[in-house]
């Protein structure tokens, strides 16, 4: 991270500094905001400006390029989930930290919605800088995730180590999607959602008695060519670089072919997006309802979901796309695309209702567990490369462990 230089000085050089540092943080906020709606390459100087009541030279005058400025908010927000995991480190044990850290982030979550704090900017465009800045952020970023898989303190084998690497991952994401979900509860609710998080991050979703033997659902197969083939080569560019750091020409690159065929399979880049999100939206309901056909217990179904979708996201051809390009698209698409989301979240909220009223399934908040198996599974992707590192059933099992049965069950490794 970059140090902040002191100039010293008499009182009017302090009130001057004082002026400078108020008027830079006021931008960063500003732009923390534009990177959330727009995406970091969406991002302008004169949006930014718009936003603090300056004229754009006046923000040139603290950051002189738009990669400069972006760079700061990320370096900001590292730094702000630093400060926090170093605070819930103090905890004594391992589950009084991740409530600490989870107590944190809801704080912070409390006072943007009073309008006493400004949102930071989601972490999605890392991958889309240039370097050095690039690689310079993405150390920033394993640093904090460092210190998330270190509150469940040292991991004595590989295996724990592996373990608690999805645990902080699956925590550190649950946290990014707060934001998305929780303005759909009234103030005085956020204890209440705070302490129903919590209690599945302790305790998992599975029943008294419930074992990790999931029957995965076998899902119709496209051949991976013409347009197919489009659609899994810009979902994992987009997931890598985001909406706009996937270009056309870079799609077409992955493929060896000419912008001229890309538009041939589609008509224009936001038409793309739309139909990579189709195609994950469609291979989740179609997990869903044929985990239901295949019948059981509405553990056995859940637990069909969560195998066979995080092998989707753990294979080289198949990942879903990622909420984060959502930023990019035209507000009346991105509505409809959240639409969509929503409705696999209810129906995932209805297959816990269902196991919870047969038995087989815990006594938790449907709507918020809904949201946390969401965030669960979408960002799974970021874990393909710890997830090649074992067998895809092992992968699974840890990955799936830390909702399954909580954060601090260790039977995944045990197994």
Not at 29 to 39: G, K, L, P
Not at 150 to 163: H, I, V
Not at 320 to 347: D, H, K, W
Request: aromatic share 8%; net charge neutral.
């Amino acid at each position: 991270m970059q140090a902040q230089v002191e100039p010293s000085g008499g009182d009017g050089e302090e009130i001057g500094t004082r002026r400078f540092r108020a008027k830079r943080e006021a931008i960063l906020a500003a732009a923390a905001d534009a990177i959330n709606e727009q995406s970091a390459k969406g991002m302008t100087f004169a949006d930014v400006a718009r936003r603090v009541g300056l004229n754009t030279t006046s923000v040139t005058y603290y950051f002189k390029r738009k990669e400069d400025l972006a760079a700061a908010a990320f370096e900001h927000t590292l730094d702000y989930l630093l400060v926090m995991l170093d605070a819930a480190m103090e905890a004594p044990t391992p589950q009084a930290r991740v409530e600490r850290y989870l107590a944190l982030n809801m704080a912070r979550l409390s006072r943007v919605q009073r309008g006493e704090e400004r949102q930071i900017a989601g972490l999605s465009d890392l991958r889309a800088m240039e370097d050095p800045v690039r690689s310079r952020l993405l150390s920033g970023w394993r640093e904090v995730f460092r210190r998330a898989r270190n509150l469940w303190g040292p991991a004595e084998t590989r295996a724990q180590t592996d373990l608690n690497g999805a645990r902080a991952h699956v925590l550190m994401e649950n946290t990014f999607w707060l934001p998305v979900w929780l303005p759909r509860y009234d103030m005085d609710q956020l204890d209440r959602v705070e302490a129903r998080v919590m209690d599945v991050f302790r305790h998992g979703l599975a029943g008294a008695g419930a074992r990790w033997a999931p029957r995965p659902v076998t899902l119709p197969h496209d051949p991976a060519e013409g347009r197919e083939a489009f659609l899994l080569a810009a979902t994992r560019l987009i997931n890598e670089l985001g909406y706009r750091g996937a270009s056309v020409q870079r799609i077409a690159g992955e493929l060896n072919v000419t912008k001229g065929s890309f538009y041939h399979h589609l008509d224009a880049k936001d038409d793309l997006v739309i139909a990579c999100y189709k195609r994950s939206f469609d291979t989740i309901s179609a997990t869903q309802r044929l985990a239901d056909e295949q019948g059981g217990t509405h553990w056995d179904r859940l637990s069909a979901m969560f195998a066979t979708l995080l092998g989707v996201q753990f294979s080289e051809p198949g990942p879903l796309l990622r909420t984060t390009a959502l930023s990019g698209l035209p507000g009346s698409v991105r509505q409809a695309m959240v639409e969509r989301s929503n409705r696999i979240a209810r129906r995932f909220a209805g297959t816990i209702s269902d196991g919870i009223a047969e038995g087989t399934i815990r006594a938790v908040d449907p709507l918020v567990a809904s949201q946390l198996v969401m965030a669960f599974l979408n960002a799974a992707f970021d874990m393909r490369k710890w997830a090649w590192s074992m067998p895809s059933e092992r992968a699974i099992a840890l990955y799936a462990s830390t909702l399954a049965f909580g954060m601090f069950d260790d039977r995944a490794v045990e197994s």
